[in-house]
């Protein structure tokens, strides 16, 4: 199992970047798929990238083209570049890992980390 620990949140204005980082410990040696999932207040939780263990990465529609993510191996750290904040991307973000390939499972069955709070404010 991993252990998660999300940091990088806060408050900016619309038009600013974040970089979200979640640094990983345990069993990093073993193959996870890492995902950033988001929860905003009053609205359903969603995920907003992927990084398969292969390299893959995947990206909701409401933020493709804004937001990237990234893994440094040396460091066992999971990124999440956010350029082009919105108002709308107000939410508590998470990190999550699964064990092995991504899965529609990885939100029940995943490590997650505590959360950090990003802020956008218009």
């Known amino acids: 199992q991993v252990q998660l620990v999300d940091s990088g949140g806060g408050s900016v204005p619309a038009g600013s970047s974040l970089t979200l980082s979640c640094e990983v410990s345990g069993d990093t040696d073993s193959p996870y798929c890492m995902a950033w999932f988001r929860q905003a207040p009053d609205k359903e939780r969603e995920e907003v990238a992927e990084f398969a263990a292969d390299g893959r990465t995947t990206y909701s529609d409401a933020v493709k083209g804004r937001f990237t993510i990234s893994k440094d191996n040396s460091k066992n750290t999971l990124y999440l570049q956010m350029n082009s904040l919105k108002p709308e991307d107000t939410a508590m973000y998470y990190c999550?890992?699964?064990?092995?390939?991504?899965?529609?499972?990885?939100?029940?069955?995943?490590?997650w980390g505590q959360g950090t709070q990003v802020t956008v404010s218009s």
């Open positions: 999550v890992a699964e064990f092995g390939i991504c899965t529609t499972r990885i939100e029940d069955d995943g490590y």
